[in-house]
């Protein structure tokens, strides 16, 4: 009883958050970001069924009906569907931190210098072999310059589908997690459904007051530090999901190397949204308040739920020593994983940067703006 009076004399002398946002984000500004959103939440579902009818007509024309076949199928439609798409978010979002001239640059220089080391180091080793082979048009060549298209190609590919996923993460988001939100602060019986305690783990005990934001302070800089982690938060689940993939005893005896590897590099352009989405309800410092002590963050329970670590590692470690047991080749495991680690190293980057580079500021502002208008509805 004492605590819950100091913690209401508290709150009486701190500003409300919201209260002090709504004099920071302008809730009548239509900006680009905001009619990017509008677009994506209406052409996505005609989006989805285009690329799933593509994926179809891809395995029936590459004629590989197993398991491997299909899933390389479907992953390549959607991979070629959000290319085209992340071309068009490109054009249509707004103006990242950094200025466009130097995301050219950057572009043009970072693939030459890969593709030139890769060039100096061989084509025995079975990353360079599996870079040239799907990635130079010119036919598979161990020449300087199919070292160049290759690495030019992979890049590019990258870009546009980060472009592409994060948009539709962001779109959605901004859209209707308000309402996700809004839905934590009735009452318990009126709620239709325990879906967002569920995934917030909130505890049983807690009875909820209102929702409030803490976001992070913004000085117009590219934000390193979200940079930084966010990429590191990728690669690391990108490794623990495809070790289902690399070193499954089964799939590491029916599956090529170059096709093990080819299927982990696209099924991990799209791991973003395994990522992205608790990053940023901490970046709003989105929590709920009660009348217990100390509030609670959304952010940790929506991680702790969307993966856990400690059961991924273990899996891992299980299939790993059963692999080894089974006599697979423990060589070939790690050059696996040298190769996919590379890859994998790539798209961590380039997906955290096209992130906070052209959306996170976007994105943060966003949700909190629908947010406040929907209480403005009321």
């Keep these: ?148 298209v290759s690495a030019y190609s992979l890049t590019l590919m990258i870009f546009f589908v980060a472009y592409g996923v994060v948009s539709v993460i962001v779109g959605y988001f901004r859209s209707y997690f308000y309402r996700v939100l809004r839905s934590l602060e009735y009452p318990s019986e009126k709620r239709k459904n325990h879906i967002p305690e569920w995934l917030f783990q909130i505890p049983d005990i807690i009875d909820i007051e209102s929702v409030e934001f803490e976001p992070d302070e913004e000085d117009g800089r590219f934000n390193v530090e979200l940079f930084r982690n966010t990429a590191f938060s990728l690669f690391l689940l990108g490794i623990v999901i495809c070790s289902y993939i690399f070193i499954n005893p089964l799939f590491l005896q029916i599956i090529p190397f170059e096709e093990m590897l080819l299927l982990g590099m696209l099924i991990s352009l799209f791991i973003s949204p395994l990522v ?69 190293g790539m798209i961590s980057i380039i997906t955290s940067f096209v992130y906070v580079n052209t959306y996170y500021r976007g994105f943060k502002n966003g949700i909190i703006k629908s947010y406040l208008m929907s209480k403005d509805r009321l």
């Design 276 to 344: 992205i989405p608790w990053s940023i309800v901490k970046s709003i410092g989105a929590k709920v308040t009660s009348s217990a002590p100390r509030d609670f963050y959304l952010w940790k329970g929506m991680r702790g739920r969307l993966y856990q670590g400690f059961f991924a590692i273990t899996f891992f470690m299980m299939l790993l020593t059963l692999s080894v047991y089974l006599g697979m080749d423990f060589s070939r495991i790690v050059t696996t994983y040298v190769g996919y680690v590379s890859f994998m």
């Design 1 to 148: 009883m004492i605590m819950s009076e100091a913690s209401d004399r508290i709150r009486q002398k701190v500003p409300k958050p919201v209260a002090y946002l709504r004099t920071v984000i302008n809730l009548d500004e239509d900006t680009k970001q905001d009619k990017l959103d509008r677009l994506i939440t209406k052409i996505f579902p005609w989006f989805v069924v285009i690329c799933s009818i593509f994926s179809v007509f891809l395995i029936i024309y590459l004629k590989n009906f197993e398991f491997a076949g299909i899933l390389f199928g479907l992953c390549l439609g959607f991979v070629l569907g959000f290319i085209v798409l992340g071309m068009a978010c490109v054009i249509l979002s707004d103006r990242g931190v950094i200025a466009g001239k130097y995301v050219v640059l950057i572009i043009a220089t970072a693939p030459a210098l890969v593709g030139s080391l890769l060039y100096l180091a061989g084509s025995g080793i079975g990353f360079d072999e599996f870079v040239v082979k799907y990635f130079d048009i010119f036919g598979k060549n161990t020449d300087l310059i199919s070292f160049l």
